[in-house]
C-alpha cells in the first residue's frame, strides 16, 4: 500500500515538475527544476525498498550471505544525502542565472528573450 | 627515463594522483587571489605536474613491457564493491593523455587570452575544477560516483558558459543549465533503478552480477531500459543528435580556450561512459528478455542488451554526421563552423561505437573500439587546436564572422599555417592524425560489412571537406578585410597554436606506438574479466560464488542503525567493522 502512494507521489512530482519545466516564466521553469529533482531524490531513497528487511529485500545485502539484521538501505540514503546537496547547490545557481537574465533583459519572460544565438 | 619497475602499491598511490594535482592546482590558485602573476604560475605549474602523473600511468599501468594492464584506489581504504574505486586502465589512461594534452594546451593559451577576465573571476580556479570533474569521471570505477564528477564538471561549465557568455548569451547559458539539470536527475533515475535491480553501483561487481543473475538472486531485465536513461543522459554530453542543440549556443558563449576543453575533453566524457559502460560493465549481461516492437521486429534477443545500444547509437550517430555537416556548411561564423563540425565529428565517434556493440565477431569489435578512440583523439587535437586558433582570430581581429574576415593568411600566416593543418586533420589528409581515425572508421565499417554505413561516413567526410573549405576560403583567403588588416596576432597564442600543428602531424608521422596504445584502451574497455579482477581480486565472472567472501564488510556499514533498535547484542566486532554473520539476522 504504501508502495502504491509512494509510486503516485513520486509520479504526481514528475508530472508537476514537467509541468512548471515547459512553462514561459523563468522563475516557474527553475521551480520545475527543482521539483524534478526532488522527484528524483524520493524515487532514489524509494529505490533501497520501503520497508525494513533483510538480505532479500535490501539490494545491497542482495548475495552477501544471509545472516544480517533487519535494517533499510543505508546505501540510497548517503546517495540522497548527495544528491540533495548537488540538487541544492544546482537550484540556487539557476535562480541567481535568473536574476541575471532579469537584470539583463528586464524580463523573465522566456518567449521575449530573443531568438539572438 | 625510469624504466624500473614501482614498488608494490605505488601504482594504486599512481592512480589518484592526477585527481589530487588538480584539486591542489584548483584551491591553490584559488588562495593566491588577486595575484594574477602567481595564479597563472600555479596552474601552469598544475598542468605539468598533470601531465607527468598521466604520463607516469600510461607508463606503469599500461605499457610498460611487464605493466599490470590495470591499478585501483580504493577511496579511504574501502574495499570494493563498498567503498568507492579508483580505476586507471588502458581506457582510462588513453582519455586522460587526451585530455592532458589539450588540457595544457588551452591552459597555456588562457594565460594570453583572458587577464583582465581572470582578474574579475575566478577563471583559474575554475579551470582546474573543471579538469577535475573531467579525471575523476574518467578514473571512477563506481556508477554514482560518475554521477557526482560530471556535476562538478558541469557546475563549472555552467559558470563558464554563464559568466563569460554576456548579455546576448544569457539566455542560452539558461538553457544550457536546465537542459543538464533534467539530464542530472534522469541519471539519477537511472542510477537508482540500477542499484534497485542489481544491489550494488561498483562497475566491477555490477558487471559480475549481470553476467551470472541467477547466482546472484537478481532480475536484471530492466537494465536495458535504465541503461537506455543513461545512454541519452551521455549523449546529451556527447552532443549527439538528437540531443545536439545546446552545442552551438553553448560553445559560441564560453571563451574560446573553454570551448576548446569542451569539445575536447568534457565531449569525450560522454563517449568514454558510453563505451565503459556498453563494453565493460554491460556486455557480458545476461538480460534474458526478449524485446521486439511490432512491424519493427526484435529489438534484443536474449543475451546482451549491446545489440539495442549499438542500434540506437547507430541511428543517433549517423544523424549526427548528416545534420552537423549539413549545419556546418551554412554557418556565418567561424565558432559556429566549428561548433556544428563538432556535432557531425562526433557521430563519426559513435558509428564505430555501434559498430562494435552490433557486431559479434570479436577482432570486428575491437578494431571498432581502436577506431572511435584514434578518432576521439584526432577530434580533440584538431578540433581543439582549431578553436584556439578561432580564439587567436578574435584576439587578433576583434570578430570571428567569415564576413568580416579575409585574407588572414597573408596577414599572419603561422596562425593560418596552423588552422589548415587542423582542417586538414580534420578532413583526414595523410599523415595527420585524422588520416588514421578516418581510415579506421572506414576499416571497422567495411569489416562489419555495411555498405550503407560507408556510403553514409563518405557523405559526413564530403561534407566536412566543404564546410571545412568554405571556412578557410572565407576568412584566410581572398580580400583582407580592415579587421584583418589591424590584426595584431598573439605570439604565445600562435606558439601554442604550432606545438599543437606540430602534435597532430607528429601522431599522425608517428603513428605506431599511438596505434599500440588504442589497442590496449580497447583491450581494456572489452575485457571484463580484467577489469573485474583488477577492482576486486577475489572474484571473476567465472568465478562467481554468490558473492559471500565480502558479505561481512557490506552488512557493517548498515549494522550499526539496525542493531540498537532490534536489542540483540552488538554484533560489530571492535575496530574491524565486520559482523559476524553466523548470529546475526535471525535474533527477534
Known sequence: MSAFVLALVVGALFALGTFLLLRRDLIRVVWGLAIVSQAANVYLLAMGGIELGGFETVPILAGHGEGVPETTDPVVQALVLTAIVIGFGMTA????LSYRVYEEHDTLDASELGDRE | MALQTLSPGAESTLVIAPMLIVLVAAVGTLLLGTRPRARAGVSLAGGAAYLVAVAAIDWYVV???????????????????????LVADGLSAF????VGVIGVASLVFSIRVLPELDRRSYYFPLFHFLALGVTGAFLTGDLFNLFVWFEVMLMVSYIFVAYYGGPQHTRAAFWYVALNLLASAVFLLGVGGIYATTGTLNMADLARRLAAPAAYGIDPGPVVGLLGLLLSVFAIKAGLVPFQFWIPTAYRAAPPPITALLAGATKKVG????IRLSFTVFADAQIGVDLAIPAVGTILAGDSPLAFIGAVLFVMGTAS????????VGRDSLEGVLAYSSIGQVGFIAVPVAIAATTTVPDVRHIAIVAALVYALNHALAKGMLFL???AVRTATGTSRLADLGGLASRSPPLAGAFFIGSLALVGIPPLSGFFGKFLVFDAAAQAGSMSVLVLLLAGSLLTIAYVTRAWNRSFWGQRTPAVDDAVTDPVQVAVLLALAVTIVAVGIGFEPIYRFADAAATAALDTDGYIDAVDPNQTVSGADGGNVDAGAGAG???????????????TEPGTGTINTSNGGDTP
Not at chain 2, 582519455?95 to 587526451?98: F, S, Y
Not at chain 2, 563517449?271 to 558510453?274: E, K, L, S
Not at chain 2, 556499514?557 to 554484533?571: D, S
Open chain 1, 93 to 96: 545557481f539557476a535562480l541567481v
Open chain 2, 63 to 85: 605499457l610498460a613491457p611487464d605493466a599490470p594492464g590495470a591499478a585501483t584506489y580504493q577511496v579511504g581504504g574501502l574495499p570494493a564493491p563498498f567503498g568507492i574505486t
Open chain 2, 95 to 98: 582519455m586522460l593523455t587526451m
Open chain 2, 321 to 328: 554526421i548528416l545534420v552537423g555537416g549539413l549545419g556546418a
Open chain 2, 271 to 274: 563517449i568514454y561512459a558510453i
Open chain 2, 557 to 571: 556499514e548498515g549494522g550499526g542503525g539496525g542493531e540498537t533498535g532490534m536489542g540483540t547484542e552488538p554484533e
Open chain 2, 389 to 391: 586558433a578561432v580564439g
